[in-house]
């Protein structure tokens, strides 16, 4: 059993930067892959990145891809993702999510993969 608890949201300016974290508890964070979901008003839960549980690799939404960072201290069971050149388009609630896994390299980019989810945390980006 995995539990998720986001923080870092907030309201920001566009061009401006955030950075999520999500704390996990449970033994077996280490072997989860985890992943960012953002979901805005109206619209379905979307994929933003996801880490492997080893840390060796990264996906990216290609919305996202060269302004959001993926990362993650297995010594401190958290995930990060931090957030660059933020548009009001990336508007949303956050959640972190977690997939536990054998697999070092696995990084999910499917809703229905994931196994944990945590409550969100809100991003608003004002123009």
């Known amino acids: 059993q995995v539990q998720l608890v986001e923080s870092g949201g907030g309201l920001v300016q566009a061009g401006g930067s955030l950075r999520l974290s999500c704390a996990a508890s449970g033994r077996t964070f280490s072997m989860c892959a985890m992943g960012w979901f953002r979901q805005a008003p109206g619209k379905e839960r979307e994929f933003v990145a996801a880490i492997s549980w080893s840390g060796s690799k990264t996906i990216y939404a290609d919305s996202v891809k060269g302004r959001f960072t993926i990362s993650r201290d297995n010594a401190k069971n958290t995930v990060y993702l931090q957030m660059n050149s933020l548009k009001p388009e990336d508007t949303a609630l956050y959640y972190c999510?977690?997939?536990?896994?054998?697999?070092?390299?696995?990084?999910?980019?499917?809703?229905?993969?994931?196994?944990?989810w945590g409550p969100g945390t809100q991003v608003t980006v004002s123009s």
């Open positions: 999510a977690a997939d536990e896994t054998i697999i070092p390299t696995k990084t999910p980019a499917v809703f229905g993969e994931y196994d944990y």
